[in-house]
């Protein structure tokens, strides 16, 4: 499967008016596409447990849905295009301050 690695301009392009939703459904092939998402997209961060607590819809073009790594405040955003119904790229999201480090570096 193809996967798409957004820029942070091309993430931020997709963002437009959030509004959290309960009501989502992710498009066909949605898993599988996060399942293809090269390891090296991920960096330290672990995505794998599939938790998603969070989604947004962007106005009437996309949905941001975060799929939470194992730190908070850190997620991969796969986004979704909701006028063709399927995966348009990722990002990871990292919320934290600049020059955080995850718990295991402090030691």
């Known amino acids: 499967m193809q996967t798409r690695k957004l820029t942070h301009e091309e993430f931020n392009a997709t963002r437009n008016t959030p509004t959290r939703v309960e009501d989502s459904t992710p498009p066909e092939g949605?898993?599988?596409?996060?399942?293809?998402?090269?390891?090296?997209?991920?960096?330290?961060?672990?995505?794998?447990?599939?938790?998603?607590?969070?989604?947004?819809?962007?106005?009437?073009?996309?949905?941001?849905?975060?799929?939470?790594?194992?730190?908070?405040?850190?997620?991969?955003?796969?986004?979704?295009?909701?006028?063709?119904?399927?995966?348009?790229?990722h990002y990871l999201l990292d919320l934290n301050p600049p020059g955080t480090r995850p718990p295991e570096e402090l030691q």
């Open 30 to 89: 949605f898993w599988e596409y996060v399942a293809a998402i090269p390891a090296e997209d991920f960096g330290i961060f672990d995505c794998r447990a599939g938790n998603v607590t969070h989604v947004y819809r962007m106005g009437e073009d996309y949905e941001h849905v975060l799929v939470n790594s194992q730190y908070q405040g850190v997620a991969m955003v796969i986004v979704t295009d909701l006028k063709n119904a399927t995966v348009y790229g």
